[in-house]
């Protein structure tokens, strides 16, 4: 089975610091992708990689950056954290465009 | 952009099948016909795909409408551990990847 695994399942922050979260995959997949999901609004993709050192702009990749150094680990940055980046991000990897995304669990992140 | 329909929640009884609709109709020829699910403090889980055919795995069985513009997740004996939102997303945005509704909330009653 493929496992993504989100290196924090809870994390608080302070406004204006500058947080990692990360995300590994096991199953050499091309494409990676970080959301964030809100209640009554869904998932929304927020930048996702198709392959090392690429990457593209999501939905909403305002006030986020992100890297990937290496196939099987995709960062995403929040470079000054505000209160409205308070929400839960997930992560996901796919074979390749257009096949199934596997997720994470998850990182509950709280932006005080 | 492609849209997917589903309504917002639905309620089946333990061991009896339930059946989760999707309304597909601006799909594309090429777009494979994606289903999700989400426990309750969970990531997304992937359940099934199809792209014309109907699909059978351990977790589900999908039905295609011939036209495609409609599918129908089935899980055959609901238990309450599938109790979840589901979600069939579309292929939209600038680069053609996965869109997530809302989904459907599934309640499953002892």
């Known amino acids: 089975d493929v496992k993504v695994t989100q290196s924090s399942r809870y994390l608080v922050k302070r406004t204006g610091e500058k947080v990692f979260l990360e995300c590994v995959q096991d199953m050499d997949h091309e494409n990676m992708f970080w959301y964030r999901q809100d209640p009554g609004l869904g998932l929304r993709l927020i930048y996702f990689s198709y392959d090392v050192k690429m990457k593209e702009k999501g939905d909403i990749p305002e006030g986020y950056s992100v890297s990937r150094e290496k196939k099987e680990r995709f960062s995403l940055i929040l470079e000054s954290a505000s209160t409205n980046q308070t929400s839960m991000y997930l992560c996901?990897?796919?074979?390749?465009?257009?096949?199934?995304?596997?997720f994470g669990d998850g990182t509950r992140l709280s932006i005080l | 952009d492609a849209k997917t329909t589903q309504p917002n929640s639905m309620e089946s009884n333990e061991e009896e099948p339930v059946h989760l609709p999707c309304n597909h109709s601006t799909i594309s020829g090429t777009d494979y016909i994606h289903w999700y699910r989400q426990l309750p403090s969970q990531g997304p889980e992937y359940v099934i795909h199809g792209l014309t055919s109907n699909v059978n795995n351990r977790m589900a069985s999908l039905a295609i409408a011939e036209d495609r513009k409609s599918s129908t997740l089935i899980l055959h004996r609901a238990t309450l551990r599938d109790a979840a939102v589901y979600y069939c997303?579309?292929?939209?945005?600038?680069?053609?990847?996965?869109?997530f509704g809302k989904g459907t909330k599934l309640s499953v009653k002892p």
């Open positions: 996901a990897s796919s074979p390749r465009h257009g096949q199934p995304q596997h």
């Open positions: 997303p579309h292929y939209g945005g600038s680069q053609g990847n996965l869109i």
